[in-house]
C-alpha cells in the first residue's frame, strides 16, 4: 500500500513506569522512547505523513528533544493529545490532512520496533483492511476469582497478545472512532473499535522482540534485548543510529 499516515501516541504520563512525565522522552540507551520507534519508520516511503500526539502543554519540550534527532530527518507534525489514549489517537486523526488514504497506529511505548514487522503489517494491508500485530499467548491463562482464588482457565489457543503497529483503511478507522464516540465506548486500542462495528480484522505475526514498556522493569528488559545480539535489521539499524547519535558526545 502507498499513502500511509502514521500517528504515534505518546501522551501517556507513565504511571506505571514511575516517570513523572513526559514517559515517551523516557531515556534508553540515551534515546528518548519516543526517537527509537520513529525512527523504526524513518525509511519507508509509502509512509507519506507523521502525526506524533504529546501531552497537553509539553509541545515544545517535546520538539526540543525530538525534532533534528540524527535518522529523524523527516517531517513529523506535533499535536496536543488527550486524556485517554483513545481521545489521543482521536486527535492525531483529527490532525491529518487527508491524503494518506492507509494509517499506522503505534504506541511510543514499543521502542523495539522493527522495520521487519513495520513491513509486515503494510504487507498485510494489501489482503484487508485492518491489521493488528500478535502473538499467541505462552503461559496458562487463568481467571481470577476473589483473591486469592482462580476461578477457571482459559482455552490459550484461542488467546492471542496484540501489539502495534496496527494498520487500518483510514475512513474505516474514521467511521470506528466517530461510532465510539457516539457511543461513549472506550477500547483499548483502534482494533477494538473497528471490530464492534462488525468490520474484519487480521492478524500477523508479532514480534516477542517488541514489548511495550510500562513497568520500570520494562526499561531493563529493553536493553537486555538490544544487547541480546539479535539479528534484526530493523533493530540494528537503530543501534547504529544511537552510536551515531552519540559520536561527539563527551
Ligand atoms: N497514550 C496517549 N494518551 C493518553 C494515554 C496514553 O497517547 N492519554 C499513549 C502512551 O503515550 C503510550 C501508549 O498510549 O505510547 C500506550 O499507553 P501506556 O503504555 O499505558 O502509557 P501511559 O499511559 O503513559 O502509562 P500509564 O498507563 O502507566 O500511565
Ligand atoms: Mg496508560
Redo the contacts with the bound molecule.
Keep these: 500500500v502507498s499513502d500511509v499516515g502514521l500517528i504515534i501516541?505518546?501522551?501517556?504520563?507513565?504511571?506505571?513506569?514511575g516517570s513523572q512525565k513526559d514517559?515517551?522522552l523516557t531515556l534508553l540507551r540515551g534515546q528518548p522512547l519516543l526517537a527509537w520507534a520513529l525512527r523504526a519508520f524513518e525509511t519507508f516511503p509509502d509512509i507519506v505523513e507523521r502525526v506524533v500526539?504529546v501531552p497537553p502543554g509539553r509541545e515544545d519540550r517535546f520538539r526540543e528533544r525530538i525534532l533534528g534527532l540524527p535518522g529523524l530527518e523527516r517531517e513529523v507534525e506535533i499535536v496536543t493529545?488527550?486524556?485517554?489514549?483513545q481521545?489521543?489517537v482521536a486527535r492525531g486523526l483529527a490532525a491529518m490532512t487527508g491524503k494518506a488514504s492507509w494509517i499506522l497506529v503505534h504506541?511510543?511505548?514499543r521502542p523495539l520496533v522493527s522495520r521487519g514487522l513495520i513491513r509486515r503489517v503494510l504487507d498485510a494491508l494489501e489482503e484487508g483492511e485492518s491489521v493488528v500485530p500478535a502473538l499467541p499467548l505462552r503461559d496458562s491463562v487463568a481467571r481470577a476469582g476473589p483473591e486469592p482464588w482462580i476461578e477457571s482457565y482459559e482455552d490459550r489457543g484461542r488467546l492471542l497478545s496484540v501489539q502495534t503497529p496496527q494498520g487500518f483503511h483510514a475512513q474505516v478507522l474514521d467511521h470506528a472512532f466517530q461510532r465510539a464516540r457516539a457511543d461513549g465506548f472506550t477500547g483499548t486500542d483502534e482494533a477494538s473499535l473497528v471490530l464492534r462495528m462488525n468490520h474484519p480484522v487480521t492478524w500477523t505475526e508479532g514480534d516477542p522482540r517488541n514489548i511495550?514498556i510500562?513497568y520500570p522493569e520494562d526499561l531493563a528488559l529493553a536493553e537486555a534485548i538490544l544487547s541480546g545480539g539479535d539479528r534484526d535489521e530493523g533493530t540494528d539499524e537503530k543501534r547504529r543510529a544511537v552510536d551515531e547519535d552519540r559520536e561527539g558526545e563527551p
Excluded at 81 to 85: C, K, P, Q, V
Design positions: 501516541p505518546a501522551a501517556g504520563s507513565g504511571i506505571r513506569l514517559k515517551a500526539v493529545g488527550g486524556d485517554e489514549r481521545d489521543s504506541d511510543a511505548a511495550k510500562t
